[in-house]
């Protein structure tokens, strides 16, 4: 495991409950969108805690790495990053980690990715990177939330859906039914069916990527709806 300090260059809040964290790193590290890093503190004590979170930046970013982290309340590192955590300071980064969940535009497509709240950060890496590169290769993107105000990164997803080149993005809220243009209720199995038939060619590839629950459902849905089961990777948070 690599592990480097890097310098918090700035903070911006996405949603009530997620922060993103731009990191400057000291020795940039190549990776492939869907990978992880390490965060670790070290108390005055020598009491470590470390929690993995995917990384939101696409590759090829130079020494700047963004992790958009979700406060939680129960966690050892979510809640010192949002309370004390300033720009300037250094936190220990390790990795990157994650073979697994990746994808990039030369694995090709069509690709569905279905999130479910900060499920979506590993997505905004590939996004990015697809767009970076110029890929037209088709991704649907299927996202889910509580409520609007926590779409983690919905205007820039909205503004690569609008270019035309393949990107197709289908948002539902969980907890607000009368948000338009947004769908209400849960992912479900005709959700899912819905948005395969409108791949012009057969999904060759599922990512799924939430909570437990959120995964665990959506991924007997996608079952449920013809996909075959071997087409279906997984990454869950929060376990």
């Not at 590192?77 to 220990?92: R, T």
């Amino acid at each position: 495991m690599r592990w480097q300090n890097a310098v918090i260059a700035r903070i911006e809040q996405r949603s009530p409950r997620v922060k993103s964290f731009f990191f400057r790193l000291p020795e940039p590290f190549a990776f492939r969108p869907g990978q992880h890093v390490l965060v670790r503190l070290t108390a005055p004590d020598g009491y470590r805690a470390q929690r993995s979170y995917s990384i939101a930046s696409a590759p090829g970013q130079g020494r700047e790495l963004e992790l958009a982290i979700e406060r939680l309340d129960d966690g050892e590192v979510s809640p010192f990053m949002h309370d004390a955590a300033q720009v300037s300071d250094e936190i220990e980064l390790g990795g990157p980690i994650g073979g697994h969940f990746n994808w990039a535009p030369e694995d090709g497509g069509p690709v569905l990715l279905i999130g479910g709240g900060s499920g979506v950060v590993p997505f905004m890496s590939m996004l990015r990177h697809r767009a970076a590169v110029g890929s037209r290769v088709p991704v649907t993107l299927v996202f889910s939330a509580p409520r609007r105000e926590d779409l983690l990164f919905f205007d820039e997803l909205s503004k690569l859906a609008a270019v035309g080149n393949g990107f197709n993005l289908r948002v539902t809220l969980t907890r607000e039914t009368a948000v338009q243009p947004f769908r209400a209720g849960r992912i479900d199995a005709a959700f899912i069916a819905d948005a395969v038939a409108a791949t012009t060619t057969p999904v060759r590839q599922v990512l799924i990527c939430g909570s437990n629950p959120f995964v665990e459902a959506v991924a007997e849905g996608a079952i449920a709806a013809g996909i075959d089961a071997a087409l279906i990777k997984t990454e869950r948070y929060g376990v």
